[in-house]
């Protein structure tokens, strides 16, 4: 050794080539069999769980019975489609299309101000403007129709009474159009929120400090700079919002089915539940939401191609803000306005049937007879064997969906974000086409695949937890994927020189990294599945109801005292879960 | 020009290092006939190249050449199409007999553009993780990685949590997660690109000592003509994913085989002209007016004429024997110990490298600008 530097490294190991480990099988392309593998067993399962239950569907959409065990194909036939051009199914194609037009103008319009005044302004609390943007996302929908039924139904709603004791002729009816519009447009407003203050806070400021350099006033900047930036998040946003309200479910149908006002979703679940049903008709129609649904997100990617201006770029930006002067009170206003409408008013009209335990008054004054009110009810409905149960249920359901989804979704974003095979953009693919199945048409999709398969999935809790992990595949694959992006590869692949196997790797660097994206995941699963109803309405016995569809079942009965306090304690459950978990809940 | 402070260049064009790399000693690193395809773009095109045991071999071009690619092909980051690669004895890659060794099977260090440090770990940790991999037990790792923190000089640093290094420190944690299983190669994927001026300069210093002082084969890509001059005990320049020219620094900067060459080294003026060949070497007629006499031995005709900016003399003295070209001085940059000028010749404004004199030119100064024919460098039109 002639070093002589005194650093005490033996170098001659490294002027010797490693002679005896040379040519050593492991490294073989032998090896590339199970390095593919892993990805082969993935596609295996992402074919079982979305393309076979579509396949599925179509099958009972062009034959002339339901798959059975043993028998899953019938006779060919186009008869099915004529459910879609029936009348009914015309006029709830129509209704359908007005609603979601309608109510996601008014989400638009109320998640972009939102986005506005929480990015932009100097609106007071912004915090809560903030809240305000997306708390709606963990208040279901389902719990906001019933909870307006009773507010504004047209004969004993509380509004209505307001107005009769006021002397004021004007009723305001719920069960119509505008209400369901009013109503949808209400809690869909978080994905125009999300996606508008992310494009104008990831926004470099000094666009617009360039055009008011240049000579630009106030408004022009806003309208020839903010504007034009955001227009693809508005527009992304938008089409979402339009498809995720033409799928929804419960609004319509609590609003809407039993007073002459059918939408697809409650057509449906018409002819699917209502006798004599028609299993194949509302196959055929579920096939025909999802080609709207599947037409709407290829419009929006064609549209969007190529049209993002805003990219993450790790700066931290200080984003500009606009001086509200005067209207920074209104604007409060209007924020306290919202989260009224939204959260306060509906709550406090279910606290309100719950311990008042009846539903119809004969006057305004009525509802005011405190000695009437008692905590009885309420507490009776939620230790009915049937409430625990189901909360049992949903929970479990929801941890197990969040278990088994996250590993799913992380095994996902790996090989796409991770390996250079090539059928990864199968897999990317096969993780975002959820988005275009609704969620009705996916509960019997789902309900028709695992009776015909022959494991003892379907009539138990796994079916509902599938059902789930599927659903919540676009949300937790993004979510993790987009976390894989924001970790440089160098870090794996400096691992892997370094002598680590490639799991290894991935355990040692990437996982640690991505703990907190993952536990968000996670916890955004368990919400999701909690709060689902659509797919689990086909897939529950009565051994597995899960609290969503305890509480619509109680609505189909018309128990309103029932309604309300189960209405309560299934948001109570929602918020105690967002915000213990709120550090960690940021809907991707 | 500057060269890295332990490399001497030697009459016979050969470089020496403090270090005297064995050689006769056989080949460290053998690619033959290696391609690599992104979709329809080849980013490496049937390369063939060896690097000696203990050489410096830096893999310099413009971004999109393909060093970057050659070097994760060699690392196992990538799988070639073509080809195969040999790191000293063992085959670690050949498509032919479907031979293809994982990064961790390979025996080689690497150090990452963005470091690449765990931000999770410490220093410590990051540093031994090679060594844990390779089942070392406990002492050892402790004995080895404290070695190794010193010769970076980051000794006592090791329970710092990653994440608040300075650039410089991430750089050496690096460095020493590289080199602390004594790989057979150290791969440097442009190391120091991320680091302020005086901190690369400092640094580029350090680690060429460090692989001097472990006798480490060392491959190193770079896009920078400065930083490759200084490092490499051979350049390999590449273009195209095809290797324009391989030699020593001081021959890639004296003898500049092709117009790419000449112009991605060093400070250059080119300009377009025709050749016609006379008595006393080549006659080139610049477009604008210029008539400038070259020892090039390029073919007349149509051609371009590179004039490093250092090259040019300002006012020669009268016994100067060369062309003389006259100017005015029209913009004056002063760099410090020397003064970057351009000067308005006939039909061209040519960019002048000079030492700091005693006095400095003005804007609309006229002088003399002499260039030796030696230096008067032609190339056929691409």
């Given amino acids: ?588 | 020009m500057q060269h890295g402070p332990a490399v001497t260049p030697e009459p016979s064009g050969q470089v020496m290092t403090q270090h005297n790399p064995p050689q006769e000693c056989m080949d460290q690193i053998v690619i033959s006939g290696m391609t690599k395809r992104f979709g329809d773009t080849t980013a490496v095109d049937d390369l063939n190249l060896t690097v000696g045991l203990g050489e410096f071999m830096v893999l310099l071009g413009p971004s999109g050449c393909g060093k970057t690619t050659t070097m994760r092909s060699i690392a196992g980051l990538e799988s070639p199409d073509e080809g195969s690669i040999q790191i000293g004895v063992r085959t670690v890659f050949d498509r032919a007999r479907k031979v293809d060794l994982s990064p961790h099977q390979r025996n080689i260090g690497m150090v990452f553009q963005s470091y690449a440090i765990w931000p999770h770990r410490n220093v410590f940790d990051n540093v031994a993780f090679p060594l844990r991999m390779q089942r070392l037990d406990r002492k050892q790792v402790q004995q080895r990685v404290e070695e190794i923190l010193e010769l970076v000089g980051l000794a006592g640093l090791g329970k710092r949590p990653a994440s608040m290094l300075s650039g410089g420190q991430m750089q050496r944690v690096a460095l020493a997660r590289s080199v602390v299983m004594q790989p057979a190669v150290l791969l440097l994927d442009e190391p120091l690109s991320n680091l302020d001026a005086k901190l690369r300069e400092h640094l580029r210093v350090e680690l060429r000592q460090t692989q001097q002082r472990l006798g480490t084969t060392a491959v190193y890509v770079t896009h920078d003509q400065a930083e490759a001059l200084a490092l490499a005990d051979r350049i390999v320049l590449m273009r195209d994913g095809r290797i324009e020219q391989i030699s020593t620094p001081l021959e890639m900067y004296r003898n500049p085989q092709t117009r790419f060459a000449a112009e991605f080294i060093g400070t250059n003026n080119v300009v377009a002209g025709k050749a016609t060949e006379d008595t006393g070497g080549l006659h080139v007629a610049v477009d604008g007016g210029l008539s400038l006499v070259s020892s090039s031995t390029s073919v007349p005709g149509d051609l371009v004429v590179c004039l490093r900016a250092e090259d040019l003399i300002i006012d020669p003295p009268s016994s100067f024997d060369g062309n003389i070209i006259e100017g005015t001085v029209e913009v004056v940059n002063l760099l410090g110990s020397q003064v970057l000028y351009a000067v308005r010749v006939a039909g061209a404004t040519l960019e002048v490298l000079a030492p700091l004199g005693a006095t400095l030119l003005r804007r609309g100064d006229h002088v003399a600008l002499g260039i030796t024919p030696d230096n008067v460098r032609c190339f056929p039109e691409d």
């Fill in chain 1, 1 to 588: 050794m002639s070093t002589g530097t005194g650093t005490g490294i033996d170098r001659t190991s490294v002027a010797d080539p490693p002679l005896p480990q040379q040519e050593k099988p492991p490294g073989r392309m032998v090896s590339s069999l199970w390095r593919r593998g892993p990805f082969w067993a993935l596609l295996a399962i992402m074919i079982v769980l979305v393309v076979l239950p579509i396949g599925m569907l179509l099958l009972a959409s062009l034959t002339d019975s339901t798959p059975r065990p043993g028998d899953p194909v019938g006779n060919f036939t186009l008869d099915n489609f004529q459910a879609l051009f029936s009348d009914r199914g015309i006029e709830a194609m129509v209704n359908s299309v007005l609603m979601a037009l309608g109510a996601g103008v008014v989400a638009m319009s109320i998640g972009a101000a939102l986005a506005w005044l929480a990015a932009r302004s100097d609106v007071p609390a912004r915090p809560l403007v903030q809240l305000a943007g997306i708390i709606p996302l963990f208040i279901s929908g389902f719990v906001g129709a019933m909870a307006w039924s009773l507010v504004a139904s047209p004969q004993s709603g509380y509004v209505n009474m307001l107005l009769r004791e006021l002397g004021i002729d004007v009723t305001l009816n719920i069960y119509s159009l505008p209400g369901i519009i009013f109503v949808a447009g209400l809690y869909y407003s978080p994905y125009a929120f999300i996606f508008v203050y992310g494009a104008l806070t990831l926004m470099n400021p000094e666009l617009e400090e360039a055009a008011s350099v240049h000579g630009a006033t106030q408004p022009r900047v806003a309208m020839r700079v903010t504007l034009p930036m955001v227009r693809p998040a508005l527009l992304a946003a938008g089409i979402l919002t339009f498809a995720l309200i033409i799928e929804d479910f419960p609004i319509p149908v609590i609003l809407g089915a039993g007073n002459g006002i059918p939408t697809l979703p409650a057509y449906v679940y018409e002819l699917m539940t209502v006798a004599p049903s028609d299993v194949n008709g509302a196959s055929a129609v579920g096939m025909a939401m999802i080609v709207i649904l599947i037409a709407l997100i290829a419009g929006q990617r064609m549209l969007l191609r190529g049209r993002s201006y805003t990219t993450v770029s790790g700066k931290g930006f200080r984003p500009g803000q606009v001086r509200l002067r005067r209207w920074r009170w209104v604007a409060f206003a209007g924020v306290l306005a919202y989260l009224s409408l939204a959260i306060l008013v509906p709550m406090l009209a279910l606290l309100h049937t719950a311990v008042s335990g009846a539903v119809y008054y004969a006057g305004f004054g009525d509802l005011f007879q405190t000695d009437r009110w008692s905590t009885e009810p309420l507490v009776d409905a939620l230790t009915t064997q049937a409430f625990t149960e189901g909360l049992i249920n949903s929970l479990t359901a929801g941890a197990l969906a969040a278990l088994f989804g996250v590993a799913l979704y992380f095994a996902l974003a790996w090989f796409v974000n991770r390996s250079n095979i090539k059928g990864r953009r199968v897999l990317e693919h096969l993780a975002t086409a959820p988005v275009a199945i609704p969620a009705l048409v996916m509960g019997i999709a789902l309900m028709w695949t695992w009776i015909v398969i022959p494991l003892p999935v379907y009539g138990t809790l796994a079916v509902l937890v599938i059902a789930y992990v599927i659903r919540f595949t676009p949300q937790g694959f993004g979510g993790i994927s987009g976390a894989f992006q924001q970790i440089h590869s160098d870090l794996e692949a400096a691992a892997r020189v370094s002598g680590a196997s490639a799991l290894r790797a991935t355990t040692y660097v990437t996982l640690p990294l991505l703990r907190t994206s993952i536990l968000s995941a996670a916890l955004l699963v368990v919400v999701l599945s909690i709060r689902e109803l659509a797919s689990s309405i086909f897939l529950f016995t009565s051994d597995t109801r899960v609290l969503s569809v305890v509480v619509f079942g109680q609505w189909e009965n018309g128990n309103w005292s029932r309604v309300a306090s189960m209405s309560l304690g299934y948001s109570a459950v929602l918020l105690l879960i967002t915000v213990v978990g709120r550090r960690w809940l940021r809907p991707a």
